[in-house]
């Protein structure tokens, strides 16, 4: 990362008013731990632009601390892995339209079938592109969403296997509730997967690649690791949950930081911002932080920063692209000074889990819900 020097004195500067710091070297350290961990091959999942902290850049990453696969969501997102010249192998998770299925094919990028029409339309296209497509099947075990029903699910291998432009390279499911590893849910989803494992086993239909473990999944469950896990949240450094929190080693991969705009002092009984949903009762510092709503910071009253260290109320509500900060707690703050909004300042931290908490939310969404706007900046 490059810092000029600002034309205000003494001012570091990256030319950016609101960014987005990344440590890929955290994601690497946190890639290498899951492998060490898990002891098997790691999929990391690097859907949603890498969970708000970049597709490309993550992937790559991912794949220098020992990831052999990438998982996304759309092809798209597989395609611009591909294209970047990424050397995993990539498998796109959610549903893939049959159009698209010769170009994924071309790219050797990995689609998930759960469905037999669906999967006789990619053959189809596939075949029609001159290419074998290779193909996960899904099961559902019990999360309602994605998947083929576990009934017929030797049938399905089976009919699956038979089809010429297919390749069956995996069988995974997915947990509903591994982040809360004291209920007994995940434990029934793995034994009923286990039943059909056995089942292909005997049919001599194993394929190579079985899994099932998300973050919490591969930290928390053993039994859910079989020969590749899926970590999402967790190579970011992010927890799972409360109640499933990450080993102390791991990183959080991201802050998220803003210039002070403005700095002065108002007098008592002035309206803050739009409607004037705070009016100071004193002469209060009042600064300007250049974040706002379409940069992902909530429009919600009761929002924090850190100003020199120092945790500081948003006060007013928050505008389009900037903020109003309460700076009585730091009376040297001036234009130009950093506001933290996730990450560390001095002493004091603020985490997507803790923002998480105050929006009502979980940090998967505080951080996937960072805007396309805002630059990141790569370390
Ligand atoms: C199919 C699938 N596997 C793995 C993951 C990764 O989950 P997590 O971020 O909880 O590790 C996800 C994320 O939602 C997913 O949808």
Request: hydrophobic share 40%; proline share 5%; charged share 20%.
């Amino acid at each position: 990362m490059i810092y000029f020097q600002s034309i205000i004195p003494g001012m570091p500067s990256n030319g950016q008013t609101n960014w987005i710091e990344v440590d890929l070297g955290a994601i690497r350290h946190n890639v290498r731990r899951l492998r060490e961990i898990s002891g098997v091959q790691v999929m990391a999942v690097v859907k949603a632009n890498g969970y708000g902290h970049g597709l490309v850049e993550v992937g790559q990453a991912a794949v220098e601390g020992g990831a052999k696969w990438l998982g996304v969501a759309r092809v798209d997102e597989a395609l611009s892995l591909a294209r970047s010249g990424n050397p995993a192998r990539i498998m796109v998770l959610g549903y893939t339209e049959p159009e698209r299925v010769g170009e994924a094919a071309m790219h050797g990028v990995r689609l998930a079938v759960y469905d037999r029409q669906v999967a006789q339309a990619y053959a189809l296209c596939a075949g029609e592109a001159g290419q074998v497509l290779h193909v996960h099947a899904k099961f559902d075990t019990g999360m309602g969403r994605l998947g083929h029903n576990l009934q017929d699910g030797v049938e399905f291998m089976r009919w699956l296997s038979e089809q010429h432009a297919l390749r069956v390279e995996g069988v995974f499911t997915h947990l509903a509730e591994a982040d809360e590893p004291e209920k007994p849910t995940t434990l029934q989803q793995l034994s009923k997967f286990d039943a059909l494992l056995a089942g292909l086993n005997d049919a001599g239909l194993r394929p190579e690649w079985v899994h099932a473990a998300n973050s919490a999944g591969t930290l928390y469950f053993p039994g859910s690791r079989y020969d590749l896990v899926r970590p999402g949240i967790s190579i970011y450094g992010l927890q799972p949950s409360d109640s499933a929190p990450l080993p102390e080693d791991f990183r959080p991969a991201l802050s998220w930081k803003a210039c002070l705009a403005s700095v002065k002092t108002l007098p008592p009984g002035h309206g803050i911002g739009y409607n004037f949903r705070y009016y100071t009762s004193r002469d209060e510092r009042i600064g300007v932080a250049a974040v706002g709503y379409a940069d992902g910071f909530r429009r919600r009253l009761g929002n924090f920063a850190l100003v020199r260290g120092k945790r500081v109320p948003v006060v007013g509500g928050v505008c389009m692209d900037q903020c109003m900060l309460q700076l009585d707690a730091v009376p040297d703050a001036r234009i130009g000074d950093e506001v933290v909004l996730i990450g560390k300042q001095g002493e004091s931290c603020i985490l997507a889990e803790e923002i998480g908490r105050e929006w009502g939310t979980i940090n998967y969404e505080v951080v996937c819900g960072l805007l396309a706007r805002v630059p990141r900046i790569y370390k």
